[in-house]
């Protein structure tokens, strides 16, 4: 059972790698490794280190995912303006993001993917404005 544990903190170790952009070489990923323990491989460490470099990576991914979400804000900001603007639901949106993406959501959509549903539904207020004026 032990051995089986320390494998699954090493997959879950190199799964995390994957996961952090500034570990996807191994030099960034070694020197990462040894700062936290001295070590440059999992294999190496004792149950505490491997458990300690987790907490660390996890951190890291935490970290990661609130600046995503922060650059996000005000693409909902602007989708949310428009959506009033509009008249429309977030059954609407959810729909174009669906049409648009394959995804069912616009909460899930990526910055791009967020950017480019604003475009369209930029472009299409503006067109629909521009008929009421004629």
Do not use: C
């Amino acid at each position: 059972m032990n051995k089986a544990d320390r494998n699954k903190r090493i997959a879950r170790i190199k799964i995390m790698q994957s996961k952090i952009l500034g570990l996807s070489d191994r030099d960034n990923y070694e020197a990462f490794l040894y700062r936290l323990t001295q070590k440059r491989s999992t294999t190496e460490m004792t149950k505490e280190e491997q458990l300690l470099v987790i907490k660390e990576m996890d951190k890291l991914m935490f970290q990661e995912n609130d600046r995503a979400r922060k650059a996000l804000k005000p693409m909902f900001r602007k989708l949310y303006a428009i959506l009033k603007e509009q008249n429309l639901t977030w059954n609407y949106i959810n729909g174009m993001a669906k049409q648009m993406f394959g995804v069912d959501r616009a909460n899930w959509l990526s910055h791009d993917q967020l950017h480019r549903l604003v475009a369209a539904l930029q472009t299409h207020a503006n067109r629909k404005n521009n008929r009421k004026e004629i």
